[in-house]
């Protein structure tokens, strides 16, 4: 078994990648999912059937994506190190790494942010590598919707204004939202927290919503019936 092989067939087991296999459910809701659909995040939760994870390519360009991204925020975070402004994470000399800070787990939802920077203000940054018109489609856009509310998660938990920080991985061209405490995207991620921790403690899923791929490509279709009801908006 190849190296690669080998990581996909740990990404398969890992539940932090459970919404991409049938094999197990996640312990926990992160917050890189709450743009998404809340109904298939309880049902990831809960860990209800699901379709096979037959696209095992897709996995792959998931791992190489995440590889080329660890690489872009550490080469990032070592910019503002030597700025003088990166506050967190720390400069772990053994594994010649940077380590990201968890956040402590409320209940279920579990997250690690990427950087706190002190850059006139205490700032948390979510940093995101992007290729080509991936790239210029967040700048055009304001942010993307999902890392949005991602950030604003971080920020609710961590009552400080955040940076979302862009990197074409192509150019090396930067651009960077700063979005201030208490933004409409901190409060709708208060939000939808609010309403999966709800959900769970009920045991009854969410309100159906609409996701961008349709939900006939929702993993979840075999036992989520039902007219849309809400829009993710």
Known sequence: MSKKEKRLEDLMIDSKWGEFTEYTKSNSVYPSSLGKCLRS?????MGEDRKPATKTKALVRALEAADSGNA????????????????DPYWNKKKK???????PMVRFMNGRFDSK???????????????????????????????KIQLGYYMWRMMMPGILFYHNRDTEEQHSFIFDLGCDWMLLAKERAMRIYAAIDKG??????ENKYGCKF?????????KVEVDLG
């Open 117 to 147: 920077i002190n850059f006139g203000n205490v700032y948390v940054v979510e940093v995101k590598s992007k290729n080509g018109d991936k790239f210029y489609k967040a700048i055009k856009e304001g942010g993307i919707r999902e890392e």
């Open 72 to 87: 872009v925020h550490d080469k990032v975070r070592k910019r503002w190190d030597k700025m003088g402004i990166l506050l």
């Open 41 to 45: 995040l309880y049902y990831l939760y």
């Open 97 to 103: 790494e940077f380590t990201e800070r968890k956040l």
């Open 204 to 209: 009854e899923p969410p309100d159906k919503e």
């Open 218 to 226: 929702c993993a979840y279709g075999v036992v989520c019936k039902g």
